[in-house]
């Protein structure tokens, strides 16, 4: 395929300038970058290839003879000015929730499900961060053994929430430090009437709470992954129930995920079967303390396995630990992986 026009739009967050990253060292052909953000980050300078590029204002218009948008700039900015860039003849990587729910939207992990891309209709929603690291370790395991059942407990970085909440994770640290009073503004949820530190804490709670008790992140890894795996997001045979917390972590989201298979594969089977499998790492040998951690797996685009033990009590039950870097697996180069693959089978 000849060159294209990509346009990142949210080009200036913590996501969007890891896409442009991404982006710089992919195989893809890019003839002309459009930088997009809000009017705040206009006249910004970001380089790619060598080449500077000033950020512009994201219009309706932006999109004029745009191939491709990367975008990461908020569910409600993607409502608003996606369906433009997709009038316009722009194929849409979005990695908000505006449409990882629609039937008519691919919801893709290039390991996992990358034929999902062959019916696409311009747009292709990238997963929530903590689903897609646990559906590469997962789904390899589904395709030799069938999955019955997912329990999954997150331990989720502050990054997860934004640049502005990694900011106020370290300010938060510093003030601890000092001895000085934590004083928290945006978690759990920036809107939400209470907000609490979370320097050296936990916070089960991601998102808001949904009137069943769990928070909508919860909903979104357990709806999300029914869909990958089985494009029903509402598929009963398929077991999920979530546990989302955050920890006082800037960068790499850490799962306990206990899962049941419909057979009863020995560990080392499932070591043999991970490790063979795209996009994973496995570091799995206890005598040697080697096991994935989130200061390791920053900066990485694969995702990293260990901890893999059986359930001693429930044949066919197992745990696993698995840790990504959530900036990148989780969301700008699961993003730029999906757009290799489009121009690779020419779907763009």
Known sequence: MSAITVAILGATGAVGTRMIEQLEQSNIEVRDLRLLASPRSVGKVQTFRGQEYEVSAATPDSFIGVDLVLSSAGGSVSKKLIPHAVKNGAVCIDNTSAFRMDPEVPLVIPEVNSDDLDWHHGIIANPNC????????????????????????????????????????????????????????????????????????????????????????????????????????????????????RV???????????????????????????????????????????????????????????????DAENPGGYNLWVVSDNLLKGAAWNAVQIAETLVQRELL
């Open 130 to 245: 903590s689903t897609i690291q646990m559906l590469v370790a997962l789904a390899p395991l589904d395709r030799k053994y069938g999955l019955n059942r997912i329990i999954v407990s997150t331990y989720q970085a502050a990054s997860g929430a934004g640049q502005s909440a990694w900011s106020e994770l370290l300010e938060e640290a510093r003030q601890h430090l000092d001895g000085q009073a934590e004083i928290a503004k945006i978690l759990p949820v920036s809107g939400a009437s209470h907000h609490y530190p979370l320097a050296f804490n936990l916070l089960p709670q991601i998102d808001v709470f949904e009137d069943n008790g769990y928070t909508h992140e919860e909903w979104k890894m357990i709806h999300e992954s029914k869909k990958i795996l089985r494009h029903d997001l509402n598929n009963s045979d398929l077991k999920v129930t979530a546990t989302c917390v």
């Open 248 to 310: 006082p972590v800037p960068v790499g989201h850490g799962e306990s995920v206990y899962f049941e298979l419909e057979q009863n594969p020995s560990v080392p089977e499932i070591q043999t079967v991970l490790d063979q499998a795209d996009g994973i790492v496995l570091q799995d040998d206890p005598r040697t303390q080697l096991y994935p951690q989130p200061i390791t797996a920053e900066g990485h685009q694969s995702t990293f396995v260990g901890r893999i033990r059986a």
